[in-house]
């Protein structure tokens, strides 16, 4: 075990990293990033919308700005391609919050002065976002799970509140919700009638990651009908329900924590910044620490707001903090994120972390399936056809390495990670079936199960855990169901050397 001194050090660097590790019921101090398409098209975009790992060291300043994810530029969404004539069944979205205010304060500054209140007036806007604001005002006709019903639906502080949804996150999630009703409506998703069993929506106890589903939904269906929808609180940012007790996930999570203390300590040029920036402040280095000043340095980079100064005097070097101080901050993020994944600690935290939210998400595909054999799933009362969890980026992080997917960059301000299930057509006789007889790639059978993950608009599948080894020698254009129900039920326990959730989370470390 680590001394009482060491531990104490271990919380405070902790706290600096955009990586969050620990599963917990809210966000802790020590935790901050707080027409068809033709098969031809399909298997072009497959290949190239995924980024290929690094080989050159990133800037820390331009990954800052990608993490800001300001609302200013069109975006590609791949959300809904597939090859001709297949049928969507079911979507299940996984987002992160929008931009927020800073959770953390720096002794001896000003706090960044951002409004929370929303106006169409103040970039950035939206051209839903009057008829969102209004729309909220009918909240009570909702029904709301738990404590959500007092929850407020809207930012609405003039000077934010720490950790407060800003209007640039509730754009960025309108956006969000937008760009998959663009996607989706030439597939029918959802019929006119939908029911409230048909739309499931879960969200933390935060105010910003209820906000922030709420602008997503409303940007996915307009003006949708409050008395259909109902919030259901998830108590746990992990998203596990009834199957969060896992020991183990927490012993690998404590040797996730002492890598992260020994490449820290050993970083010279990180210990040197902070005492620089600890000396202009007039704190003691630990005092900055406990700040997270990266926090709040990332909130002044994201808005525009010159960095904090202070005027020297009273045993206060003074001065301004710099770029240069937070790129040395930034850069040793993600250091940290390329060491995490070498030792591949995260991953096995990860995966179990995520099996409940991903066993869910398999149940659930496997329902609609049956309801569509059955010829239910379009009729009210049917499954889940619309599922949206609003979460966390202690949320998303972990999902991205459960399903094998290291290479992804941390999850920005409003990430969205998308499950999405397809049914093939009928099979057809003719050419296209005789060429498939003589050695060429054949289409899918009749009525066979496929599923897409997409993460930020991009296609993943292929990149994934249980859909490598079919990208090399598919038959069919897309992955199909049983590689991710096989992952999820038995495959993704290897890495902890084990067969079931169960066993997994009984077993030490090895």
């Known amino acids: 075990m680590v001394s009482a001194v060491a531990a104490h050090l271990l919380l405070f660097l902790v706290s600096v990293n955009l990586i969050p590790i620990a599963p917990v019921l809210e966000e802790r101090p020590f935790q901050v990033a707080d027409g068809g398409v033709g098969v031809a098209a399909l298997g072009?975009?497959?290949?190239?919308?995924?980024?290929?790992?690094?080989?050159?060291?990133?800037?820390?300043?331009?990954?800052?700005?990608?993490?800001?994810?300001?609302?200013?530029?069109?975006?590609?969404?791949?959300?809904?391609?597939?090859?001709?004539?297949?049928?969507?069944?079911?979507?299940?979205?996984?987002?992160?919050?929008?931009?927020?205010?800073?959770?953390?304060?720096?002794?001896?500054?000003?706090?960044?002065?951002?409004?929370?209140?929303?106006?169409?007036?103040?970039?950035?806007?939206?051209?839903?976002?009057?008829?969102?604001?209004?729309h909220m005002g009918q909240g009570s006709r909702g029904h709301w799970e738990s404590t959500l019903g007092s929850v407020p639906r809207l930012p609405n502080h003039s000077a934010c509140e720490m950790g407060e949804l800003t209007q640039t996150g509730v754009v960025q999630h309108l956006r969000n919700g937008?760009?998959?009703?663009?996607?989706?409506?030439?597939?029918?998703?959802?019929?006119?009638?939908?029911?409230?069993?048909?739309?499931?929506?879960?969200?933390?106890?935060?105010?910003?990651?209820?906000?922030?589903?709420?602008?997503?939904?409303?940007?996915?269906?307009?003006?949708?009908?409050?008395?259909?929808?109902?919030?259901?609180?998830?108590?746990?940012?992990?998203?596990?329900?009834?199957?969060?007790?896992?020991?183990?996930?927490?012993?690998?999570?404590e040797e996730e924590q002492r890598r992260q203390y020994r490449l820290r300590v050993s970083d010279t040029e990180l210990e040197r910044t902070y005492a620089d920036m600890a000396r202009t402040l007039g704190l003691l280095t630990r005092q900055l620490r406990a700040a997270n000043p990266i926090d709040s340095l990332l909130c002044h980079l994201c808005h525009g707001i010159s960095f904090p100064c202070v005027p020297a005097g009273a045993g206060i070097a003074g001065g301004c903090l710099t770029m240069e101080q937070f790129a040395v901050i930034r850069r040793q993020q993600l250091d940290d994120e390329a060491d995490r994944r070498r030792a591949g600690l995260y991953h096995k935290y990860a995966v179990l972390a995520m099996y409940p939210y991903l066993n869910r998400t398999a149940a659930k595909m496997e329902?609609?399936?049956?309801?569509?054999?059955?010829?239910?799933?379009?009729?009210?009362?049917?499954?889940?056809?619309?599922?949206?969890?609003?979460?966390?980026?202690?949320?998303?992080?972990?999902?991205?390495?459960?399903?094998?997917?290291?290479?992804?960059?941390?999850?920005?301000?409003?990430?969205?990670?998308?499950?999405?299930?397809?049914?093939?057509?009928?099979?057809?006789?003719?050419?296209?079936?005789?060429?498939?007889?003589?050695?060429?790639?054949?289409?899918?059978?009749?009525?066979?199960?496929?599923?897409?993950?997409?993460?930020?608009?991009?296609?993943?599948?292929?990149?994934?855990?249980?859909?490598?080894?079919?990208?090399?020698?598919?038959?069919?254009p897309l992955c199909p169901l049983k590689n991710f129900l096989s992952f999820v039920r038995r495959d993704m326990f290897g890495v902890v050397n084990a067969t079931s959730y169960q066993e997994a989370c009984s077993r030490r470390p090895g």
């Open 44 to 134: 072009k975009s497959r290949k190239r919308v995924f980024p290929m790992p690094h080989t050159e060291e990133p800037n820390p300043i331009s990954e800052a700005y990608s993490y800001c994810n300001t609302p200013n530029r069109t975006e590609q969404a791949w959300e809904g391609h597939s090859p001709a004539d297949y049928k969507l069944l079911s979507v299940q979205v996984m987002i992160r919050h929008g931009d927020r205010y800073p959770l953390y304060y720096i002794p001896k500054t000003k706090r960044p002065a951002i409004d929370c209140t929303l106006s169409t007036n103040r970039k950035p806007s939206h051209p839903l976002l009057n008829a969102f604001i209004r």
């Open 178 to 253: 937008q760009l998959l009703h663009q996607a989706y409506k030439r597939h029918n998703l959802l019929p006119s009638d939908w029911s409230p069993r048909q739309v499931w929506v879960e969200t933390t106890g935060k105010s910003r990651t209820l906000q922030s589903g709420l602008a997503f939904l409303y940007g996915f269906l307009p003006d949708f009908d409050w008395t259909r929808v109902t919030a259901r609180h998830q108590w746990s940012t992990l998203f596990c329900g009834s199957a969060c007790d896992c020991p183990a996930r927490n012993r690998h999570l």
């Open 367 to 476: 329902r609609v399936a049956r309801d569509n054999e059955a010829g239910r799933q379009r009729r009210p009362g049917g499954e889940e056809l619309f599922t949206l969890s609003s979460a966390h980026d202690v949320t998303v992080a972990p999902l991205l390495s459960a399903l094998g997917l290291e290479e992804a960059r941390f999850p920005r301000f409003a990430a969205r990670v998308v499950f999405e299930l397809w049914k093939s057509p009928p099979a057809t006789q003719g050419p296209a079936k005789k060429r498939a007889g003589r050695g060429e790639k054949a289409k899918a059978k009749d009525g066979e199960l496929f599923v897409r993950v997409l993460y930020n608009g991009e296609d993943v599948t292929f990149h994934t855990s249980f859909c490598r080894a079919h990208d090399r020698r598919a038959r069919q």
